[in-house]
């Protein structure tokens, strides 16, 4: 109270006190302002953790989802759905990303034409990374769903224009004596002309059987008496039975155009962070010192072993940290991927190549929580749990990778 | 003032005791970043097995005049040079150079120690891989010598494995003399090598220079003209682009010829 400078401050007399004040607000401002954001950030991570944990078990990770039945739904097809749009997305922008990084700023030129080039790729790659993601699903869906329409459109019951990977088969039932107990059987026989779905039997072919053993089948009119040995009677189809188009995939199965599939998906969501990875990979190439690339120069190093053997491991922590955290956009993408493969949530056929869709953890959760039985709306928040607990991870292992490499560097 | 400066024939300083094969013939050159001319009809002779120093005041060309002899400058947008530098008659400046291979004839230390962020053996491995196709056997005996002739390898033989970045600086240095010389050049390039050097570290390093001289031709660029006093067989001295004298060391800076050159050896300006 004695304290001269309180008297003054009191009377607010000093150019320096009314200094500090201004600095006080300013500071207590800034101080509410983060403190805002922190608690909107608390408040819905407690309302989501108070929705879904509750739905979290072992029920919820392992199985399906199915329609009005949300305590039985799960999200086992939305999780692989997105570990494989990851390793997709991650495969394609990756490397292209890289390559794309390493070009710009190891490889420079005195050709005007190739600097003008360099110019306007780099002036692209600055203005993509902004663009809204949804963007980037409408350019998938022209790009890979339909690719610019070059090629027929993928229909049902259609045989895409251009295909490997499928086996097309008619495939028909033998007779069958129910009396007697005798059961027909499938049997098969390849598609010279898959493009028809269905064949009429009229003279005796070679099927398999579904051991795959080859056999006779016979044509009987309907005026003939049926055999009543069942051997003769299950190799046996009336005149005039139709048989019906059957394809099996192999893993391997690939059409174009690509169709709503989870590879088309992969490859938009590639393209969604293509742009980060090319700048985050420049900055770390940017990062490595020119030093470093005069002694590998001056060891008679081409500039590719230069890159190569120099300054790309010397730029790896970086580029990975980087790699990682554009990885982690991409899991939490949901626009692109809906509008790529459609809001699927389940899958009949647990994405047996890459030409099938897939749900995915974000389109998951933004149907769920749109659907119209509102319990799903828990099951929502459990996903949603389920995707930032990964985000985390993510995050958590750049941290670690940096850490690793500067460590390593250090001591080695 | 640039009446002074002439071209003195470098073959007339008779104070060389041996006549020694050229490593290094300079002819003609002129080297130019831009329009801007950097060195202007350089002639010198560097002879074989000895110490050449470069001096002079910044921004001579001296540094610009060393790169040229193993081609660094290529990496710089707008540098070009003609005229005639010749590695044991052969012209280095033409087109269909071999750059890798000169370099590989043409070692080269820099100014700040810049190791490679990797373990001291594969510092000194590096260069070899890049040319040979070497087992593990000798490439770890060629890193052995590498090292010995280094002078660094008592230092350094236990931790071999580990980081080169824990070495001291005047270490690095050595290190990175050491990952010069295991690709087995013929002429080694020293930019101001003990410029970021503490004294200690630096003699050391001049030590080195000496004993390496009887195997290397090695061309160095300094400022410290104690330094080009105390470890050169030869020494030239650059002005404006200009090679003003060029000589026997103790010569040039006992009796130097040229009063330019004096004003510079004592210190009068530079």
């Not at chain 1, 956009?329 to 994405?351: D, F, K, Y």
């Not at chain 2, 003609?82 to 750059?99: F, H, R, W």
């Not at chain 2, 690095?172 to 087995?184: K, N, T």
């Not at chain 2, 031709?217 to 060029?246: D, K, L, P």
Request: charged share 20%; with cysteine; aromatic share 8%.
């Amino acid at each position: 109270m004695s304290n001269p400078m309180e008297m003054r401050e009191r009377k607010g007399l000093t150019r320096i006190d009314r200094r500090g004040r201004r600095e006080d607000i300013f500071s207590i401002t800034c101080l509410l302002a983060s403190g805002i954001a922190v608690v909107i950030l608390v408040t819905l991570l407690s309302t989501i953790v108070a929705r879904g944990a509750g739905s979290l078990n072992t029920q919820f990770l392992m199985g399906v989802h199915l329609e009005n039945q949300p305590e039985m739904s799960g999200i086992s097809q939305a999780l692989v759905g997105s570990l494989v749009l990851l390793l997709i997305c991650g495969a394609v922008a990756l490397p292209i990303g890289i390559g794309t990084a390493v070009y710009l700023e190891e490889f420079s030129t005195s050709n005007r034409w190739l600097q003008r080039w360099r110019g306007l790729v780099q002036l692209n790659i600055n203005n993509l990374a902004g663009i809204p993601s949804i963007v980037y699903g409408i350019l998938g869906v022209t790009a890979f769903v339909y690719m610019f329409g070059m090629f027929k459109p993928i229909q049902v019951n259609q045989v895409p224009q251009f295909e490997v990977g499928a086996n097309y088969f008619y495939q028909l039932k033998t007779l069958e004596l129910p009396e007697l107990d005798i059961p027909g059987q499938f049997v098969y026989f390849p598609a010279s002309d898959p493009d028809l779905a269905f064949r009429t039997i009229t003279e005796p072919i070679d099927v398999y059987d579904r051991q795959g053993l080859k056999l006779k089948l016979n044509v009987l009119d309907p005026d003939q008496p049926l055999p009543n040995v069942a051997s003769q009677l299950t190799t046996s189809v009336m005149r005039g039975t139709v048989a019906s188009r059957f394809v099996r995939f192999n893993r391997g199965h690939f059409h174009l155009p690509l169709g709503r599939s989870i590879l088309a998906a992969g490859l938009t969501l590639a393209l969604v962070i293509l742009p980060v990875v090319i700048i985050v990979s420049q900055q770390a190439i940017r990062s490595v010192p020119d030093s470093l690339r005069d002694a590998a120069l001056g060891l008679g190093a081409t500039r590719w072993q230069m890159v190569y053997r120099t300054v790309l491991p010397t730029a790896l922590p970086g580029i990975m940290t980087g790699a990682i955290l554009s990885m982690s956009r991409a899991i939490g993408e949901a626009a692109p991927v809906i509008a790529v493969m459609g809001g699927v949530l389940a899958t009949s056929r647990n994405l047996a190549t890459m030409m099938d869709s897939s749900p995915s953890l974000p389109s998951t959760i933004y149907k769920w929580s749109l659907h119209h039985h509102i319990a799903y709306d828990r099951l929502a928040a459990a996903a949603i749990i389920v995707l930032l607990v990964t985000l985390l991870l993510m995050n958590l292992i750049a941290i670690l990778i940096r850490h690793f490499y500067e460590k390593r560097l250090e001591l080695l | 003032m640039s009446t002074e400066i002439v071209n003195p024939n470098p073959g007339s300083s008779e104070s060389t005791p041996e006549t020694r094969a050229s490593a290094i013939t300079i002819h003609g050159f002129n080297a130019y970043y831009g329009d801007f001319q950097v060195l202007r009809d350089i002639d010198l002779e560097v002879p074989e097995k000895q110490v050449m120093a470069f001096i002079g005041p910044s921004g001579c060309g001296k540094s610009t005049m060393l790169r040229w002899i193993n081609r660094m400058n290529d990496s710089i947008q707008n540098a070009r040079a003609v005229g005639e530098l010749c590695l044991i008659n052969q012209n280095v400046l033409t087109a269909k150079t071999d750059v890798v291979e000169l370099r590989r004839k043409v070692g080269m230390v820099f100014q700040t120690p810049n190791p490679f962020p990797k373990s001291i053996y594969e510092n000194v491995a590096f260069g070899p891989r890049l040319h040979f196709k070497i087992s593990k056997s000798s490439l770890d005996q060629l890193v052995e010598w590498s090292l010995r002739k280094a002078a660094l390898w008592d230092e350094v033989k236990d931790r071999l494995n580990r980081s080169a970045l824990q070495l001291s600086r005047g270490q690095q240095q050595r290190l990175c003399i050491a990952r010069a010389i295991a690709v087995g050049p013929e002429v080694l390039l020293m930019d101001e090598p003990c410029s970021s050097l503490d004294p200690g570290s630096t003699s050391r390093i001049e030590d080195l220079i000496f004993e390496l001289a009887a195997q290397f031709t090695i061309v160095i660029v300094t400022h410290n003209m104690q330094q080009a006093s105390r470890c050169s067989n030869r020494t030239a001295f650059f002005y404006e682009g200009t090679i003003v004298e060029v000589g026997d060391t103790k010569q040039l800076f006992t009796r130097p010829k040229m009063k330019r050159t004096e004003a510079y050896v004592t210190g009068k300006f530079g």
